[in-house]
């Protein structure tokens, strides 16, 4: 199995000019000239990362630009009331450009069309057509450290984030 662990691995910045469908005329001036970044498969990534190095509700994007996720450790998720962390990919699941995490405010931003998502992934306004996916994610009980599974996909409008694979469940404090 190919496992990374350091930044830059599967790293292809492509600076395309708007959102997947490369640039058509009707695109708004908020998708031109906006970064898309595209990532080699990177199977599994193990982190040095612990479920208490993550703030409550403060998504960790140190990943996002390498594997193309982020991590959250959620006070209250949207499916189950749990406390749990999350790798949420950071690919808008409308034309595919990389979200921001808008901590201050709360939510993530798609800065080529504009959805919004909850930090958990959930949408929370169009034109996406649904939620963020998550990755794959998993507890090495020996060492208290993070691996994410970018293999496995979960998908929130299927009913998929129930998936005890998707999340780590923690104790809230
Ligand atoms: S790609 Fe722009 S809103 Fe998602």
């Given at each position: 199995m190919t496992r990374w662990a350091g930044p830059l691995s599967?790293?292809?910045?492509?600076?395309?000019l708007g959102c997947g469908g490369g640039g058509s005329k009707q695109e708004p001036a908020a998708a031109r000239g906006v970064p898309k970044a595209r990532y080699q498969p990177v199977p599994v990534v193990e982190l040095q990362t612990r479920v208490q190095d993550l703030g409550w509700d403060e998504p960790d994007e140190s990943q996002k630009n390498w594997a193309g996720f982020y991590l959250v450790r959620l006070r209250r998720d949207v499916v189950g009331d749990r406390a749990a962390v999350v790798a949420v990919r950071a690919i808008c699941t409308y034309r595919g450009c990389t979200p921001h995490v808008l901590v201050a405010e709360g939510f993530v931003s798609c800065p080529c069309f504009g959805s919004r998502f909850e930090l958990s992934g959930k949408l929370r306004k169009g034109p996406a057509p649904e939620s963020l996916w998550r990755y794959g994610i998993a507890l090495d009980k020996r060492t208290g450290?993070?691996?994410?599974?970018?293999?496995?996909?979960?998908?929130?409008?299927?009913?998929?984030?129930?998936?005890?694979?998707?999340?780590?469940?923690?104790?809230?404090?």
């Open positions: 599967g790293l292809m910045l492509v600076g395309a450290r993070i691996s994410v599974d970018t293999r496995k996909t979960y998908r929130y409008e299927k009913g998929e984030w129930s998936d005890s694979a998707c999340f780590i469940p923690v104790a809230r404090e």
